[in-house]
């Protein structure tokens, strides 16, 4: 389906911006989300933004960091450096989160809602309860259908939550989960005629860009497959969209599988299971990560989910064209 789950930030977006690469030109500034999540444990922290400074402090895989900057240094394809409270840390290695906890909600409707994680991670268990069996760990921004509002074990709000088509029910505290308004499901330039309409991926800038018409209104960097993996290269279009699933592939220990629940705004392009979609397990826009899909910031793969026909329906978890109706035309190469 997608993605392999390797190392890790993007480095950046725009949008309503004719040019692409004026679009992702960086300039000192404040980091999107005001906290890091470390991927991975023991990330170098330096004391310069430059492979070669020296390490004045290391993280602690989840114990989030504050980002207090972001600014280029060095780096091949990805530059980006997040200045913290100790020093600079590349942004590859580092999600950039926030911790947001939430008020339950009075109801759940019988027919559910839609769910993400409001804080930089929280573990579903199998029961509504603290010490219950954590079958997995959710990341800031993961996405997941909401089935109903329980009480749990310890006196507080939990929700039932169902990840994607696939997986087992499983449980999250209430407070860790942001219940997504409908509005937001609203399609973006809805005016816009749908042949006016196109996605470009360009594998070797790694970047995506909307179009309408000839205008650029949307540009992203992106992480696309990596060999023998790689992305398949043609004209496509969108067949397939759901807000969030969970993503299986490859044979359970070795070194191609993954499991991967509460994936973001998936947009699926082609029959064989590639599509773009959000990610949090990298950070590292600019070069392959995945395993065929075009991995983007949650936020630019849902940009994406609600400007694509067909238009997002909020109590609709599988989306395809309808009858007469055409996905928007994706082109890579």
């Known amino acids: 389906m997608a993605l392999a789950p390797i190392a890790v930030p993007r480095i950046i977006s725009a949008r309503s911006l004719g040019s692409a690469a004026d679009a992702l030109l960086l300039a000192d500034a404040t980091p999107r989300r005001p906290l890091g999540r470390p991927i991975w444990g023991g990330v170098p922290i330096r004391k310069e933004a430059t492979t070669r400074s020296v390490i004045v402090a290391r993280t602690v895989r989840n114990q989030t960091i504050n980002l207090l900057a972001q600014k280029e240094g ?42 993400e994680l409001s804080v930089p991670a929280s573990a579903a268990r199998a029961s509504a309860a603290p010490k219950a069996y954590a079958r997995y760990w959710m990341y800031y921004g993961c996405t997941f259908k909401v089935l109903a509002l329980v009480s749990g074990a310890d006196g507080k709000n939990w929700y039932r939550i169902s990840d994607g088509n696939i997986g087992p029910i499983m449980y999250l505290p209430a407070e860790h989960v942001r219940v997504i308004d409908p509005a937001e499901f609203a399609p973006l330039s809805p005016d816009v005629p749908a042949a006016d309409k196109r996605i470009e991926v360009n594998l070797r800038t790694q970047v995506v860009t909307a179009f309408e018409a000839d205008k650029a209104v949307f540009t992203a960097r992106c992480a696309s497959g990596v060999a023998p993996h790689g992305t398949s290269r043609g004209n496509f279009r969108i067949l397939l969209k759901l807000p969030g699933q969970r993503m299986t592939g490859g044979t359970a220990g070795d070194a191609d599988f993954y499991d991967l629940p509460g994936i973001s705004w998936v947009s699926y392009f082609t029959g064989t299971g590639i599509a773009f979609h959000g990610c949090y397990w990298h950070n590292d826009w600019g070069a392959p990560h995945s395993h065929g899909c075009v991995n983007l910031d949650s936020d630019d ?4 989910y609600r400007w694509t026909m067909p238009e997002p329906k909020y109590d609709m978890k599988w989306l395809r064209p309808g009858p007469g109706q055409k996905g928007t035309a994706v082109k890579v190469f």
Do not use: E, L, R
């Not at 913290?84 to 339950?104: C, L």
């Not at 793969?301 to 994406?304: E, M, N």
């Open 74 to 115: 060095t780096g091949t394809y990805n530059k980006i450096w997040y200045q913290t409270d100790k020093g600079w840390v590349h942004s590859g290695y580092i999600q950039p989160v926030d911790n947001k906890p939430q008020t339950a909600a009075d109801a759940i409707p019988q027919t559910g809602a839609w769910g």
């Open 301 to 304: 793969a849902k940009w994406i």
